[in-house]
Nanobody, 115 residues
């Protein structure tokens, strides 16, 4: 069974940076789509960034120019580099992947941006 495990969440000050990682229990080579979603308290889970196996990236307007998604097939990991963090980026961040038409989610990692 495929498992996705996030790490890297933390409390950071506004303007700071964090790097989230998503590790897959098996090879991520079979994931044709991977991405990050986030859910703030009292809000729906929203797409942050997605990356197709062909390398096409899509970002939410609110994070364009600040966040960068990447994957390392050799290490079976996907990352989200987050710069210039704002209080409104506070949320639980979830790793997401689609393999053979099946969607997989990680358990989430908390990111809090506050002074």
């Amino acid at each position: 069974q495929v498992q996705l495990v996030e790490s890297g969440g933390a409390l950071v000050q506004p303007g700071g940076s964090l790097r989230l990682s998503c590790a897959a229990s098996g090879s991520i080579f079979g994931f044709n789509l991977m991405g990050w979603y986030r859910q703030a308290p009292g809000k729906e889970r929203d797409m942050v960034a997605v990356l197709s196996i062909g390398g096409r990236t899509t970002y939410a307007d609110s994070v364009k120019g600040r966040f960068t998604i990447s994957r390392d097939n050799a290490k079976n990991t996907m990352s989200l580099q987050m710069n210039s963090l704002k209080p409104e980026d506070t949320a639980i961040y979830y790793c997401y992947g689609v393999q053979l038409g099946i969607s997989y989610w990680g358990q989430g990692t908390q990111v809090a941006v506050s002074s």
